[in-house]
């Protein structure tokens, strides 16, 4: 194996695991903001209690998260240094805007909210929790215009070999990132969402803390049901934007090896990616084109005449990501996310008619927790390997990114070490949350005595 594809792996093993933690931290930091923002108008103690307890488990995922994102902003340096040294001015503002701003936001007020609890009136002590929110989406949304840069790259110039940010505004208004970052963030809802009822549930069922529990439940099935319904509709949109900005990736989600029109959908298809042809495909006529332009007919390009296309645009070379990976990835994401809208339909549905939660459907929700991890993780491998072989999409190649200088063995042994610490901390995260979780409320309160 070559410095290229160890340094490939490396960084798809820590952005998976680092990807682990943050989406959870998106939406629990919300939802606890929620929950304590009940508490000041109503004044119950349930809810101070609810507060802090689902507040503990944002503070272990929140920690996590922050040790294994720290890693991967050094990756750029360290085996990326040629991609940082093309696009350091464009890609290094919006991290740089991120650590300075946003990050700082959040772990600053997350320090009052953890000690202001007695020091602090009610109504300033919510305040400080929603600006952890604020901050922890807004980290995300500068991390998204960056990678967005990546997946469409907009103001900018290339001078003496190195491409150089004119126009910040357009960075900003990268319409990609309008897309991607409501998506992730929903994304990080619905996760919040799943995790808070899975837990609440198996306590229900245990018949610990019933009042708490079933208003953590209620509360999380409105969240989590909007969350993701939108998620599904913004994905819509973001998929009609890829057969628009990257053709490709969408001809290697549906294995569409001719370009078509009307164009057909695909159920199922073994792919021949060396022949670039199917051994065994299942389609459903017209069905792409009425996703990717809300009409039966529309030309959605094939994976065959955009290699010709761009070979004559960008020069000789193999512009087909790994179809197999594409395509199954985004239905792992798309059959993950179907299946939560119905179970939280179903919970929702418990809700509203507050019913008695029991049956087996409902004592599946624990095991349901996954279901967001499984969504989250594919979304992310069909996004940046869809991209493939651009790190920067049309403008730099991912070979030409990495840091020549380096060993196969160095970036090897790197890459054991931080997949076996990451390992642990993985484990260690999901060990605590579990711990706590099970707990229930009277962890924190013991605490506090």
């Known amino acids: 194996m070559d410095v290229l594809t160890l340094s490939r792996l490396q960084f798809a093993v820590t952005t ?34 609810m507060t802090k307890f689902w507040g503990m488990l944002f503070l272990i995922n929140f920690a996590m998260g922050v040790v294994t994102g720290i890693v991967q902003e050094f990756q750029f340096g360290m085996n990326w240094s040629e991609y940082s040294r093309f696009v350091g001015d464009i890609f290094g503002a919006p991290l740089a805007i991120e650590a300075l701003l946003a990050f700082f936001l959040e772990s600053t007020f997350l320090g009052v909210w953890i000690f202001g609890w007695d020091r602090l009136s009610k109504g300033w002590h919510a305040a400080t929790i929603w600006l952890v929110a604020i901050g922890s989406n807004l980290s995300a949304l500068w991390i998204l215009i960056a990678n967005s840069f990546m997946q469409h790259p907009v103001g900018f110039v290339v001078e003496n070999g190195r491409a150089v940010m004119n126009d910040f505004g357009a960075l900003l208004a990268n319409r990609y990132v309008w897309y991607q970052f409501p998506h992730t963030v929903l994304s990080g809802f619905t996760t919040a969402a799943f995790f808070v009822v899975g837990i609440s549930v198996y306590h229900l069922l245990r018949k610990k803390d019933v009042d708490l529990f079933r208003k953590s439940f209620n509360i999380a099935t409105v969240f989590g049901f909007i969350a993701i319904f939108l998620v599904i509709l913004v994905g819509h949109s973001q998929a009609q934007q890829m057969v628009e900005v990257q053709p490709m990736k969408m001809a290697a989600v549906e294995a569409l090896w001719e370009s078509e ?12 990616e060396a022949n670039l042809k199917d051994r065994f495909a299942l389609r459903i006529p017209y069905v792409l084109s009425i996703l990717s332009y809300n009409q039966p007919a529309g030309e959605v390009k094939g994976i065959k005449n955009l290699q010709a296309e761009y070979e004559q645009l960008y020069g000789p070379g193999y512009y087909v990501p790994s179809v197999f990976t594409t395509y199954w990835s985004f239905r792992f994401m798309v059959a993950a996310g179907f299946l939560m809208f119905a179970l939280m339909a179903f919970a929702l549905y418990k809700t509203l008619r507050n019913q008695p939660l029991n049956g087996k459907i409902i004592a599946l929700m624990p095991l349901a927790i996954a279901l967001p991890y499984i969504a989250n993780s594919a979304g992310w491998i069909l996004t940046e390997m869809g991209r493939q072989p651009w790190i920067v999409y049309g403008l730099m190649k991912t070979d030409a990114g990495f840091s020549p200088n380096l060993t196969p063995g160095l970036v090897l042994a790197s890459l054991v070490i931080f997949t076996l610490v990451y390992a642990l901390l993985m484990v260690a995260d999901i060990y605590l949350l579990t711990k706590y979780a099970k707990a229930g409320p009277s962890v924190t309160e013991a605490h506090e005595a």
């Open 16 to 49: 998976v695991y680092h990807f682990f933690f943050v989406p959870l931290t998106l939406g629990l930091s919300v939802l606890t903001a929620i929950m304590e923002t009940i508490y000041v108008r109503t004044g119950q103690d349930v809810y101070k209690r």
């Open 261 to 272: 029109n009307p164009a057909s959908f695909s159920l199922f298809t073994v792919g021949d």
